[in-house]
Nanobody, 124 residues
């Protein structure tokens, strides 16, 4: 199983930016798909974005499309989520997830490894 550690959360004003990082450790990580999920206070965890093992295989929830960008650096086994134009409703805990089915359509993958999450607060 993959170990995942998120970082980069914090407090930011509306309209600001943050970049989240997810450091992965394990074997054959180049073949993995990675996802980011968001859990707002008192709500269920929702899918935000994912990226497969193939170039161009990145997908986004409608709520973040055009504002967030997911990327991966297989050399350092790190996945990033660049978040721009942040809104108060983006507040919550962001979780990184991984799954070995990197060639699959990642929005449909039931991710099986999860990090502990990093808090993002968007407030003035």
């Amino acid at each position: 199983q993959v170990q995942l550690v998120e970082s980069g959360g914090g407090l930011v004003q509306p309209g600001g930016s943050l970049r989240l990082s997810c450091a992965a450790s394990g074997s054959n990580l180049d073949y993995y798909a990675y996802g980011w999920f968001h859990q707002a206070p008192g709500k269920e965890r929702d899918w935000v974005s994912c990226i497969g093992s193939a170039r161009g295989s990145d997908y986004y929830a409608d709520s973040v499309k055009g504002r967030f960008t997911i990327s991966r650096d297989d050399g350092s086994n790190t996945v990033y989520l660049q978040m721009n134009s942040l809104k108060p409703e983006d507040t919550g805990v962001y979780y990184c997830a991984a799954d070995p089915r990197g060639g699959s359509y990642c929005p449909m993958i039931p991710f099986d490894s999860w990090g502990q999450g990093t808090q993002v607060t968007v407030s003035s």
